[in-house]
């Protein structure tokens, strides 16, 4: 096995949370209310089916192959070359999804903070912080894990405590206004970012006690859906209306909060501890990716392709993606299917030719 380091439960809940949450929380509530508008909060609700269906799939297969990542019963179940293939092209979507997010982390940090910074310059610093974490391998990333997200989490609570004053619940209604739909058009971010709970094929083989891992999965995806109801309503009640026009609402959120004369302007302390938030996030796609192509490789470590599986998640987040503007188009019309397509598509693929091939 490449990897000898083991995490626990809580450790691969809260990774699997970092994947989905991080960038989730900056830019779903702006992408969702384009056609949810006040109803955005159901949204991550209808988006839900695709993480617990996914976590259902990819428990069921490692149960059929335990120890073993999506990557190498591939193999497997569909045969060398075509288990080659599709590896491949989860692989490659792997790579994209990445540098996804790569540009996610530096498209929000370039327009909230370090304006005049060039995006390569921003996404190769982190990338170079989380080359350090991978090569220290899962343990590295789940102590991470461990350590920052409890902060995060607390700091984003306190961010709408604060805003408790300023709140207007009856923003909320009249709820279903425009009936199903458009909070069903909605939730087509939340089913994107929550496929990526496919990536669990990497975490199971590594669980100290793999009896739950069922349980826990499927906590770890409530956790994610809480957790974006949560924002999205805190962004309505503050926002109402014109929540459709600001693109971080998070972000403006935490400029809202002033407490006597002395605790305001506090958005930059909001961006130093969400950066710890998108380090586990980042890491955990960059070992994830690195993992899997030292498996579809057979190397005797993965170590030796952190560099430059690096350097080519810093080109892709450059070349993938032409501008923000781009970005957060494609996020609500055609990224959201083209995840499923690859990160629900394939797995049901493989259960199905497993099971039959497991009752010939």
């Known amino acids: 096995m490449l990897e000898k380091g083991r995490i626990s439960y809580l450790q691969m809940t809260l990774i699997m949370y970092a994947t989905v949450v991080a960038t989730a929380i900056l830019y779903i509530p702006y992408i969702t209310a384009q ?5 955005l909060w159901l949204s991550p609700i209808w988006g839900s089916l695709s993480g617990f269906v996914i976590v259902l799939i990819i428990v069921k297969l490692y149960r059929l192959y335990p120890n073993k990542t999506l990557i190498e019963y591939s193999e497997l179940i569909l045969g060398r070359t075509f288990g080659k293939i599709i590896s491949f092209v989860y692989l490659f979507f792997l790579l994209h999804d990445t540098a996804i997010a790569f540009r996610e982390y530096g498209e929000f940090i370039e327009s909230a903070f370090l304006h005049k910074t060039p995006m390569v310059f921003v996404t190769a610093s982190i990338a170079l912080s989380c080359a350090i974490a991978v090569n220290g391998g899962i343990e590295t990333v789940g ?6 997200l409890p902060i995060v989490l607390a700091l984003y609570l306190l961010i709408y405590v604060f805003l408790i004053p300023d709140l207007n619940f009856k923003n909320l209604f009249p709820i279903l206004q425009d009936g199903w739909m458009p909070s069903i058009k909605g939730s087509l971010a939340p089913h994107a970012w929550l496929s990526q709970f496919s990536l669990l094929s990497f975490l199971l083989p590594f669980l100290t ?3 739950k891992a069922m349980k826990w999965g499927m906590f770890s995806v409530l956790a994610c859906v809480l957790t974006m109801v949560f924002i999205n309503l805190g962004n309505l009640f503050l926002f109402g209306e014109i929540i459709t026009d600001i693109q971080f609402p998070v972000f403006e959120a935490a400029r809202f909060i002033s407490i006597g004369s002395f605790f305001e302007h506090i958005e930059s302390i909001v961006i130093a501890v969400w950066v710890l938030g998108g380090f586990v996030q980042l890491s955990s796609f960059f070992y994830m990716l690195v993992l899997g192509t030292a498996q579809w490789l057979t ?3 993965y170590k030796q392709m952190v560099l430059p599986i690096g350097v080519l998640i810093i080109l892709f ?3 993938s993606i032409p501008s923000f503007d781009k970005m957060i188009q494609g996020m609500s019309t055609t990224v959201p299917f083209y995840f499923l397509t690859v990160q629900l598509f394939i797995p049901i693929v ?3 030719v497993a099971f039959i091939r497991k009752h010939d």
Do not use: E, G, M, Y
Not at 143 to 148: N, V
């Open 317 to 319: 987040s450059v070349w």
């Open 299 to 301: 190397l005797p470590s």
């Open 143 to 148: 102590r991470c894990a461990t350590i920052f």
């Open 209 to 211: 006690n793999q009896k």
């Open 35 to 39: 056609h949810a508008k006040r109803d």
């Open 350 to 352: 493989l259960l199905i």
